[in-house]
């Protein structure tokens, strides 16, 4: 460790939320700046549950820039990660020379260490690149002393990444300037308007990993005149009905356009030449179970979204969660005990009419589902004041040997 104590480093440690799309992104026209051929509506979804944690530390005593993910050292020559680097940088030199005395100047010149892992296995196939990259933005942006929108930097990391820059419901505006700068999130109401919003997420037990969404979508731009239509035609009048039902709470009206807009998304992509399939079987299984559910109820109390995987996520109510995940129990009886099963906010227990069980009238599908996350909306990246949190040493490299 050095001697002198202006070797020490500077670190920051924050941590970023995940989002789920219930208007989908899917297609950019440009791919080097991520953007968009469509504007998207996400719920950020509560750090308690899923989370990325990022230390960042810069020192002169540092040789080059590094980055270690979920334990191993990682590329940092990545090209998304290039561009997060070095527009916070640029963004920092701006503000110094606009003379923001809050940019910490000596740092700008210094290289930084990244150390980043999520409270969530990354074997669960839940989209981790949306809360790593807004977290590494929102980190660095600390470090070196930035502040404001940073949701146009996180974009260039992954596209959905910019919308887990905000807390509970948020859009990210497609913009239409070349250069991006109007291609930014914004949030549309705060994790505190809807409380009794629910969210539960299906992990399903997947066989084979998925096309990953960068190439999926680049296929569906070339070959889909569905996704042509959906994103010119369909999208921009489901922004405003979105925003509109989120605001009034209105429930059905969230839970319809969900499904609608999951369902054209996966459209999309068996619109796609060669077609990719995100769903399978047990997909398939959760979205007959959701609608007969509803219907057995004659009303909408449940909606599902899957984004470029096979798990399903659940948006309903607080006091339908009980019935609901026990149902979800019952029809994909797993191998674990209850307590291993329902992970997350405590879930009460619920009793399941004989009545009930008919009339969903599906066959059982056992372990189709290894385990449900329990969550709600959540606020968006926080900064983690207690130093002991830091996952880089004081020397600046990670705690374990990794
Ligand atoms: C289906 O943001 O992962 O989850 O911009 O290429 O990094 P890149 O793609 P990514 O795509 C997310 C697609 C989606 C829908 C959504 O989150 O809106």
Redesign the pocket.
């Known amino acids: 460790m050095p001697e002198d104590r202006t070797e020490q480093p500077h670190i920051v440690t924050c941590t970023a939320p995940v ?3 219930v ?4 297609g ?1 026209r440009n791919e080097d700046i ?1 953007l968009p051929i469509n504007s ?1 509506l ?1 719920v950020t979804l509560h750090q308690d549950q899923l989370k990325t944690t990022t230390t960042v530390a810069t020192s002169r005593s540092f040789q080059e820039d590094r980055i270690w993910l979920n334990g191993k050292e990682e590329d940092i020559t990545h090209p ?1 990660l290039q561009s997060c680097l070095r527009e916070i940088r640029r963004l920092a030199r701006k503000r110094r020379n606009d003379g923001d005395s809050g940019v910490d100047s000596a740092s700008l010149s210094h290289k930084v260490h990244i150390c980043s892992v999520n409270n969530f296995p990354t074997a669960a196939g839940l ?1 981790s ?2 809360a790593g990259f807004a977290c590494l933005v929102y980190s660095l942006a600390r470090v070196f002393g930035v502040e404001g929108e940073l949701s146009g930097i996180a ?1 260039q ?5 910019c ?1 887990s820059m905000y807390g509970g419901f948020v859009q990210w505006i497609m913009g239409n300037k070349e250069d991006g700068k109007d291609s930014l999130a914004q949030q549309v109401e705060p994790e505190t308007h809807w409380p009794e919003l629910r969210i539960l997420v299906l992990v399903a037990s997947a066989e084979r990993k998925p096309v ?3 190439s999926g ?1 680049q296929t569906s731009v070339k070959t889909s005149c569905l996704l042509k239509h959906r994103a010119e035609s369909v999208v921009p009048g489901r922004m405003v009905e979105m925003t509109e039902a989120i605001r009034k709470k209105d429930f059905a009206a969230f839970a319809e356009l969900t499904m609608k807009d999951s369902n054209q ?1 996966h459209a999309t992509c068996l619109d796609t030449y060669p077609p990719i399939f995100y769903l399978n079987h047990v997909s398939q299984q959760i979205i007959s179970l959701v609608h007969r559910y509803n219907k057995h109820y004659g009303e909408t109390r449940v909606a599902y979204t899957f ?2 995987g096979p798990n399903a996520v659940i948006f309903t109510l607080q006091q339908h969660v009980p019935e609901f995940v026990h149902m979800v129990q019952f029809f994909f009886p797993p191998e674990t005990n209850e307590a291993d099963f329902i992970k997350g906010l405590p879930v009460n227990c619920a009793s399941l009419s004989e009545e009930l069980k008919q009339g969903i009238g599906l066959e059982p599908m056992p372990k189709g589902i290894n385990y449900i996350i329990s969550t709600k909306a959540g606020p968006g990246p926080r900064v983690v004041e207690d130093p002991t949190q830091h996952l880089l040493l004081s020397d600046g490299f990670p705690k374990k040997t990794m």
């Not at 208007?23 to 899917?26: A, D, E, G, N, R």
């Not at 990391?157 to 990444?161: M, N, R, V």
Request: net charge positive; aromatic share 10%.
């Open positions: 989002n789920i799309a208007i989908k992104y899917w950019k991520i998207s996400s998304r989209a690149s949306a974009r990391g992954s596209g959905s990444a919308r990953g969404s960068t979508m998304f984004d470029a």
